[in-house]
């Protein structure tokens, strides 16, 4: 028995982290410092795409995007049921409305066919865009939601929240990481403990288009600009006019990161292949301790380069395994209720039974231990007690 409850995850933060914040707190600037800038370059280039702009968390990362791309009333977007909600909430804070399409069950992604299917049933431009997710860490197949979405004139957002440093091959044997912004026009990720890069607070969006990106560094700051090239007025001569002069353009919000947060991230992310190693020698093992039991798992093909965020076990007593080891200190979580069920997206006429393949993997799913300081000793004995209430 373990004393200490074993969570499903858990952030490492190192005296190095912690000495990068504690630099930033003693010096001048403790939000829009050149950290910021800083860790935008690095996350760039450690997902492989041109440009990054660092946000408050995920969620205003997913709000913004969901600006950028012109959601409004009368905009429909397709998502996933399976998926945190605000992958699908951040299309109603622009008054759009999201459409659900079922996962495939031997991914739970959001499911190409499914979502072909409802682009049939409709005429061209009824939708406007798709958000895939790259669920527990297996990057979504964005070569196929491209080609449908080139097909149906839409965008596509990536919610990589799950996956940073996820991979996959296409079809043409060509890597895409996940948010490299080869296939998707903009890429979210979330730096909230739980997840890969820890910093307290946090997102990213990653995309190789300029305008989204230079549009986006409006909106994360009010929609200001002082930048000569963007002023809607440029009257330079102006006597009146001095070194104070901007312009808020658009309505935008303050989603910024502070310098201390983004310095965290940077210290984290010189840590991200090593703990995504870590990651995935647990999911290793994991897969071979349930290989031939009725324990179901999910071992992709090597082709993908999944990131496990969460390593899910599906079961038929999931309730019942929960709370074995709940009594166990085995802190397992269900991941996720899917998003049409919740009460809020009831008023637009989701229920249950919608979605056949997300209602039977959420009836038997359940999420492991899965962060890079689990020990040895920790997973061998979540793996027993796992193993003796499944028989
Ligand atoms: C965590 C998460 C978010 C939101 O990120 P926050 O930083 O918590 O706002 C969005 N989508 C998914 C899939 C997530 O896991």
């Known amino acids: 028995m373990h004393n200490q409850p074993i969570p499903y995850g858990r952030q490492h933060l190192t005296d190095d982290d912690i000495a990068a914040v504690t630099n930033v707190l003693r ?33 205003a990362a997913l709000h913004l995007c969901c600006m950028a791309l012109d959601v409004k009333p009368g905009t429909r977007v397709i998502t996933t049921p399976i998926t945190f909600s605000a992958s699908a909430n951040c299309v109603r804070y ?34 406007s865009g798709i958000i895939p997710v790259d669920f527990a860490g297996y990057p979504a197949d964005l070569s196929a939601f491209r ?20 991979s996959f091959l296409d079809a043409k044997g060509i890597e895409h990481r996940c948010g490299d ?28 288009d300029e305008q989204l990106y230079k549009h986006l560094l409006r909106l994360r700051t009010h929609g200001i600009t002082s930048k000569p090239a963007e002023l809607t007025e440029p009257q330079p001569g102006d006597p009146e006019r001095g070194g104070w002069y901007m312009e ?18 940077t210290s984290q992310l010189h840590r991200a292949d090593a703990m995504l190693d870590r990651r995935r020698a647990i999911a290793r ?8 039991t ?49 009460p809020y997206y009831q008023q637009f006429g989701w229920k249950a039974g919608d979605f056949p393949n997300a209602e039977r993997y959420y009836a038997r799913c359940l999420s492991l231990p899965m962060f890079p300081t689990l020990t040895d000793d920790e997973q061998a004995y979540v793996i027993e007690q796992v193993l003796s209430f499944c028989g």
């Open 94 to 127: 622009c008054g759009g409305e999201v459409f659900f399409a079922d996962i495939d069950p031997d991914t739970v992604i959001l499911d190409v066919d499914a979502v072909r299917a409802l682009l049939e049933q409709h005429p061209k431009g009824y939708f």
């Open 27 to 59: 010096g001048p600037l403790l939000t829009q410092g050149p950290h910021i800038a800083e860790f935008e370059a690095a996350f760039a280039q450690y997902v492989g795409s041109r440009y990054a702009v660092a946000v408050a968390n995920g969620t």
């Open 285 to 292: 093992r994991y897969d071979d301790a349930f290989r031939n």
């Open 294 to 342: 009725n324990v179901q798992t999910i071992v992709p093909p090597s082709s993908v380069g999944h990131a496990y965020h969460l390593y899910v076990i599906q079961v038929d007593d999931r309730k019942g395994l929960y709370d074995f080891l709940r009594t166990k200190n085995i802190m397992a979580q269900v991941h996720y209720i899917p998003v049409h069920r919740m």
């Open 248 to 265: 808020m353009q658009e309505l935008g919000y303050n989603y910024r990161l502070t310098d201390f947060q983004a310095a965290l991230g």
């Open 147 to 166: 080609q449908l979405a080139d097909e149906y004139g839409l965008w596509l957002l990536e919610d990589s929240c799950h996956a940073p440093g996820g």
């Open 181 to 208: 912004g080869s296939l998707a026009d903009l890429a979210i990720f979330s730096f909230h403990p739980v997840k890969h890069i820890a910093a307290g607070e946090g997102g990213m969006i990653t995309t190789n």
